[in-house]
Structures are given as structure tokens and as C-alpha cells.
């Protein structure tokens, strides 16, 4: 398969390179990804081992689950389109002397060209309402994990409350993030994406939403998904 238009939006990637030197400061822009990031780890790592596996994280930024997941044990490679991101991700694991960790800037596409069936995990974390095609994206790592493998994604639903919370409260009126992180027409609807898994031959095994409480700052899984969810799939053998 030939890749030649590269599933990424320039404007996407030009509002994380801005950001890229904050990633790692806990207090930033970046700061709701390292709250979630313990619930997001416990869960992937309570479905799919981590210890001793292959791991693909796509879309990882300047690292942060990424980091952690080899940590747990798991050899990681993390993969983005942001240069500045992936330096970020690369001096921290640098610093903080990271085991077993990798990252490249390539698409996901063209790795899956590279390496299909390669990874006993695939993580695709807050990554599909930023690209043009998200389709795409599933498909990819559907031919990257093995037969067998997990993959895990989480998005942002598409209906009146996730707008008013991920866009209206959180960007603008709680400044929990930069305004424009999230456009309204790309997010996507559980059913959406459930679709785009079966196409994909992935098997659809757990879905849980993340909820927030602004007053108490703090995050936590349920059933609930009308803003934030997650899914765990497994490729068919």
C-alpha cells in the first residue's frame, strides 16, 4: 500500500509542537493527561499483561503513557508525527533513564506496512478526533497488533454534553485546556467507532467512560460514556 497523503491535519500537529516543551510539567496544559494517565495504565495493564510485551503507543506525544507502560515492563515503541513531541519524549526517557523504550516519527500506516502483526498491545490514546481519517487509523492497527493482541482506544463522544464539557468547560470556561484542542465535527460516537473495530476485525471487549468532577479535580472509570471513552478490542485469531 502506498501512502502518499499522510493521515495527519498540519494544524494539529503545529498546536502540540507549540505545547511540546510543556508535555512533562504536571501543572500545564498536559496536566489532565498525567491525572488520567494512572487510570488509563491500570486498566490497559488489568486487561493485557504489560510485563514482557511488545507495545505500540500511537500518537504518544511526548510520552507520557507511553513512559509509563515501560515501566510496567513492557517493551515500548511509541510512534508520532510531532518532531517536537517526539524530542520531548525522547530527552525525557533520556533523563529519567526510561527502560526499553523507542520512539520514531512515522505514521502509523506506513509502520503497519513495515511491521504487520508485530505488537502484543496497541494503545491509540486521545489521538482519533485529531486526524482526518480515523477509519484509517483502526485499520492500521488492527494489521499491527497479533492475532490475538489487545488494542485500546479512547476518544471524545459527539452529542451536546461532550461539547459542552470537553469544549465549553473545559477549554473555555474551566481553562483545564488550550482553546481549539477539540473540534465539535471530529469527535466520535461510540457507535462510530464500534463499526470502524468490526471493519477492522477487531472484537469489541470492554467499554468504560471517564468522568470528571471539577470541584474535587479528580477522574475516574464507569459505565458512563457520553463524554470521554474507552474501548478494549482484541484482533480475531
Avoid at 488520567?36 to 500511537?58: K, M, T, Y
Avoid at 517493551?75 to 518532531?83: A, E, K, P, Q, R
Avoid at 489487545?150 to 452529542?159: A, E, G, H, Q, Y
Amino acid at each position: 500500500m502506498n501512502h502518499t497523503t499522510v493521515n495527519a491535519d498540519p494544524a494539529e500537529l503545529a498546536k502540540f509542537s507549540d505545547l511540546a516543551h510543556r508535555w512533562w510539567d504536571p501543572e500545564s496544559e498536559f496536566r489532565p493527561l498525567h491525572q488520567i494517565n494512572p487510570l488509563r495504565l491500570e486498566w490497559i495493564n488489568g486487561l493485557s499483561a504489560l510485563q514482557g510485551q511488545r507495545v505500540l503507543d500511537v500518537g504518544c506525544g511526548g510520552g507520557i503513557l507511553a513512559d509509563s507502560m515501560a515501566r510496567k515492563g513492557a517493551n515500548v515503541l511509541g510512534i508520532d508525527l510531532s518532531t517536537k513531541a517526539l524530542r520531548v519524549a525522547q530527552l525525557h526517557a533520556f533523563e529519567a533513564q526510561t527502560p526499553n523504550i523507542e520512539y520514531r516519527e512515522i505514521s502509523i500506516e506506513a509502520l503497519a506496512d513495515e511491521h504487520p502483526s508485530s505488537f502484543d498491545t496497541v494503545t491509540c490514546m486521545e489521538m482519533l478526533e485529531h486526524v482526518p481519517n480515523p477509519d484509517s487509523v483502526v485499520q492500521a492497527c488492527a494489521r499491527l497488533v497479533k492475532p490475538g493482541g489487545w488494542v485500546f482506544f479512547s476518544t471524545i463522544n459527539r452529542n451536546a454534553k461532550a461539547f459542552m464539557l470537553a469544549i465549553v468547560g473545559a477549554e473555555y470556561l474551566l481553562n483545564m485546556l488550550p482553546r481549539g484542542t477539540h473540534e465539535y465535527a471530529k469527535m466520535i460516537k461510540p457507535s462510530e467507532l464500534a463499526a470502524s473495530c468490526r471493519s477492522a476485525e477487531l472484537d469489541l471487549v470492554q467499554t468504560k467512560g471517564l468522568e470528571y468532577n471539577p470541584l474535587t479535580q479528580r477522574y475516574w472509570l464507569s459505565a458512563n460514556t457520553s463524554v470521554n471513552y474507552l474501548f478494549a478490542t482484541q484482533r480475531a485469531f
